[in-house]
């Protein structure tokens, strides 16, 4: 399978613990966004990265989370200290250079906050 | 505040018939306009797109209508097939900086087709 991989698919985590999600894109893509998707609403755009480069990180909560995506290896989305409120389905996409208008979308890690 | 407002929640259509789905925005920066459809459990899949520089663009069973003076688009399937059930999303983006990427979504509308 070629497409964007999430890891894990499922995420249980208590209240002030730490959440981290991954994301490999697909192969020869170089741009990696994160999107979150609460119950009953639309996906909310949080970060976007290039390899070792935060470009647009615009939507992402000043406090708790973090992402990055180094040279080597999956791009992470970690939360600091979760809250109940975190709980969503989170979105990896990524797509290729010069073609940032198509992205083509993971199928989510449904991070659930007891 | 919504910039992209999908207001119909569900939407409910027999196989072979058109299915319609609408979306309206308010920010005119707006240049660029796609629509995603997801299954449950899964990603969003990307389906059609348009330029503000365009009012029609189609694909096969799929078209999509934008009208610049409303701030409205609509993407058209026809003739619908059960295999279209699904959540349908419209985005759009401001082209400045290469950040294409950074989509304003909907917040979905439920197709459902009935054979």
């Known amino acids: 399978n070629a497409g964007v991989m999430q890891n894990p698919r499922h995420l249980v985590r208590r209240r002030g613990q730490e959440a981290r999600l991954r994301c490999s894109p697909m192969k020869g893509h170089s741009h990696v966004y994160w999107y979150r998707q609460l119950p009953e609403e639309g996906l909310k755009f949080m970060v976007y990265?290039?390899?070792?480069?935060?470009?647009?990180e615009s939507g992402m909560p000043k406090e708790r989370f973090s992402a990055e995506f180094p040279k080597e290896g999956p791009s992470i989305l970690r939360i600091q200290q979760v809250v109940r409120g975190d709980s969503a389905a989170y979105f990896c996409?990524?797509?290729?250079?010069?073609?940032?208008?198509?992205?083509?979308f993971g199928s989510g890690t449904q991070l659930s906050v007891l | 505040d919504q910039q992209v407002k999908q207001n119909s929640p569900s939407l409910s259509v027999q196989e072979g018939r058109i299915s319609i789905l609408n979306c309206d925005y308010t920010n005119s920066m707006f240049d660029y306009f796609l629509w995603y459809k997801k299954y449950p459990a899964e990603g969003p899949t990307f389906l059609i797109s348009i330029s503000s520089i365009k009012d029609k663009n189609e694909d096969g069973r799929f078209t999509v209508f934008l009208n610049k003076s409303a701030k409205h688009l609509s993407l058209h399937i026809v003739p619908s097939q059960p295999g279209d059930s699904a959540v349908y999303f419209c985005a759009a983006s401001v082209n400045y900086g290469g950040s294409q990427g950074n989509l304003i979504f909907g917040k979905g509308t439920k197709l459902s087709v009935k054979p």
């Open positions: 996409a990524s797509s290729p250079r010069g073609q940032e208008e198509k992205l083509f």
């Open positions: 990265l290039q390899k070792e480069n935060i470009i647009d």
